[in-house]
T-cell receptor, first 110, second 115 residues
Framework: GQQLNQSPQSMFIQEGEDVSMNCTSS?????WLWYKQDPGEGPVLLIA?????ELTSNGRLTAQFGITRKDSFLNISASIPSDVGIYFC??????????FGAGTRLTVKP | GAVVSQHPSWVICKSGTSVKIECRSL??????MFWYRQFPKQSLMLMAT?????????EQGVEKDKFLINHASLTLSTLTVTSAHPEDSSFYIC???????????FGPGTRLTVT
């Protein structure tokens, strides 16, 4: 079941704006992952984080593994229309399988 | 690398029939595969986890006799929805994981419609 709180649930932004979303958990996670899902398709892995404090970029995307090991954020800079989709955080509590956030639905207005 | 395929991408079947969905890891060996179900505008719901050569582990509330999972090789897992009913209509997504890694790579999903 879900143990992650992901916010915001949805975002409506103008093309060119920056985006920030985050996930928090009640327990310590040893891995944080960020996925993007386009309509009618499976999620695609964007960024994987393995160490507390780790900051990783993938093009215009940047994600960080929180120091407390209980949170992570994803930033998208200079959004473009193809950034539209649902972004899911996911994480692994120790020795357990992946848990998903509820998703952040991003809409980008040209 | 890390490409996962699913077949079929969509299927329509009549109530009472069975449907098989295949999940393949195309360029890596998947020691563990997962099956998810997703309802519109909701997150992914884990149905079961399968390790190659072992029986699948089902999440609470998922009927193992209805959703048969077979993970016969390191690159193939199948989900069979038996005696399908309209309420089984959903988007089914598989994922695969390499041994020793935590990341899951997802297939493109299968849209099942039961009439």
């Amino acid at each position: 079941g879900q143990q992650l709180n992901q916010s915001p649930q949805s975002m409506f932004i103008q093309e060119g704006e920056d985006v920030s979303m985050n996930c928090t958990s009640s327990s310590i996670f040893n891995t944080w992952l960020w996925y993007k899902q386009d309509p009618g398709e499976g999620p695609v892995l964007l960024i994987a984080l393995y160490k507390a404090g780790e900051l990783t970029s993938n093009g215009r995307l940047t994600a960080q593994f929180g120091i407390t090991r209980k949170d992570s954020f994803l930033n998208i800079s200079a959004s473009i229309p193809s950034d539209v989709g649902i972004y899911f955080c996911a994480g692994h509590p120790y020795n357990n399988d992946m848990r998903f956030g509820a998703g952040t639905r991003l809409t980008v207005k040209p | 690398g890390a490409v996962v395929s699913q077949h079929p991408s969509w299927v329509i079947c009549k109530s009472g029939t069975s449907v098989k969905i295949e999940c393949r890891s195309l360029d890596f060996q998947a020691t563990t595969m997962f099956w998810y179900r997703q309802f519109p505008k909701q997150s992914l719901m884990l149905m079961a986890t399968s390790n190659e050569g072992s029986k699948a582990t089902y999440e609470q509330g998922v009927e193992k006799d209805k959703f048969l999972i077979n993970h016969a090789s390191l690159t193939l897992s199948t989900l069979t929805v038996t005696s399908a009913h309209p309420e089984d209509s959903s988007f089914y997504i598989c994922s695969a994981r390499r041994g020793g890694a935590w990341e899951q790579y997802f297939g493109p999903g299968t849209r099942l419609t039961v009439t």
